[in-house]
């Protein structure tokens, strides 16, 4: 009798967060996706609100709870990724237009009346992009946040240092004063940092496996790294892409196939030369109290199988 953990996915897709997704539903038996919100971050919330549909509808789930959430940072412009993802946010197939709805209600009333209708302890917060959202619920209602069960989020850098500035990796880049509410709340969170993505390579072999699914989502997925990855190896000549956002949900089905250390990890939000850098305290120089671990290795054959094996479910 599976008891499968329910989690709201809070994401900004973005091909590797479409990975991400599509992990989580093709694992029933391990994860209940509650609903999937959606934040500004890759590309602008329109278009990261119109992608998360077609990701569920690739992966056979209409039914699937979408909802909206914040366009813009809390306090600052939104900055995107297009350079990456290509302007819909998910280059690389053809695209079609969703019919599966957009729920009315706002991303953000969804995670609060979910967290505070829920018995604590129950719900575990995934994200995927900026912490925009997952902030704002926060701030705006203080009260849920003991009754997260976990938070589990892919951002931040420590060894790789940034992507998006010398400093900083995206996620936390574009929206640091939401993550400096989130890394502040209290909660220990689980951190998949560019140290640990940058070790899940999308190389030929892996991208080959997964279009040897031949089917929809097993299809979509390969055309979307083979064009999501062009970027990152020119960059940094590296054998394939980073699949950062579906480390964040092989860690709940197999934690084991991660390894780091609970450290203390602050942000920066006010120098403009290293805004959004995550400050982690590695080697324990100080005496910050441990609020995250910070993850640092992967069994990377062992992701890679696992993510093939889920997505050919679908
Ligand atoms: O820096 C990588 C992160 O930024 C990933 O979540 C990617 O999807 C973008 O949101
Ligand atoms: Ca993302």
């Known amino acids: 009798m599976s008891n499968p953990r329910k989690i709201i996915i809070d994401t900004d897709p973005g091909q590797d967060d479409a990975a991400a997704i599509m992990l989580a539903l093709g694992s029933p038996e391990d994860i209940e996706v509650l609903g999937i919100t959606t934040v500004a971050g890759n590309v602008p919330l329109p278009l990261t ?3 998360a549909r077609i990701v569920c509808e690739w992966s056979g ?10 366009d813009r940072p809390l306090t600052r412009p939104l900055v995107t990724a297009e350079h ?20 009315p209600e706002n991303a953000v009333d969804f995670i609060i009346e979910t967290l505070r209708n829920a018995p604590p302890n129950t719900i575990t917060l995934c994200t995927l992009g900026p912490l925009t959202n997952i902030g704002k619920a926060f701030r705006d209602a203080p009260d849920v946040i003991d009754r997260v069960q976990k938070i589990v989020l892919m951002g931040g850098a420590y060894f790789e240092v940034g992507n998006i500035t010398p400093a900083a990796e995206f996620n936390i880049y574009v929206d640091p004063e939401a993550a400096d509410i989130v890394f502040k709340s209290g909660r220990k969170i689980t951190v998949m940092p560019l140290d640990v993505t940058h070790k899940a390579l999308t190389t030929a072999p892996r991208i080959q496996a997964l279009r040897d699914l031949g089917t929809t989502a097993g299809t979509a997925m390969a055309e979307m790294v083979d ?4 970027f990152d190896v020119e960059k940094y000549g590296s054998a394939g892409a980073p ?26 939000t006010t120098s403009e030369l290293t805004l959004g850098m995550t400050v982690a305290d590695w080697w324990g120089v100080t005496d910050r109290p441990a609020n995250a671990t910070f993850m640092g290795d992967v069994d990377a054959d062992g992701f890679f199988q696992l993510l093939t094996e889920r997505i050919g479910r679908l």
Do not use: W
């Not at 064009?227 to 062009?230: A, D, I, K, P, T």
């Open 61 to 70: 789930r209409p039914d699937v709870k979408v909802f909206a959430g914040c």
């Open 243 to 268: 699949l950062h956002d579906p480390c964040v949900i092989a860690y709940l089905i197999k934690p084991e196939l991660f390894s780091g250390r609970d450290i203390n990890v602050m942000i920066e």
């Open 49 to 51: 609100s119109r992608n």
């Open 84 to 103: 990456v993802h290509g302007n819909t946010g998910l280059d690389g197939p053809e695209l079609h237009e969703p019919t599966m709805p957009l729920q």
């Open 227 to 230: 064009f999501f990855e062009r």
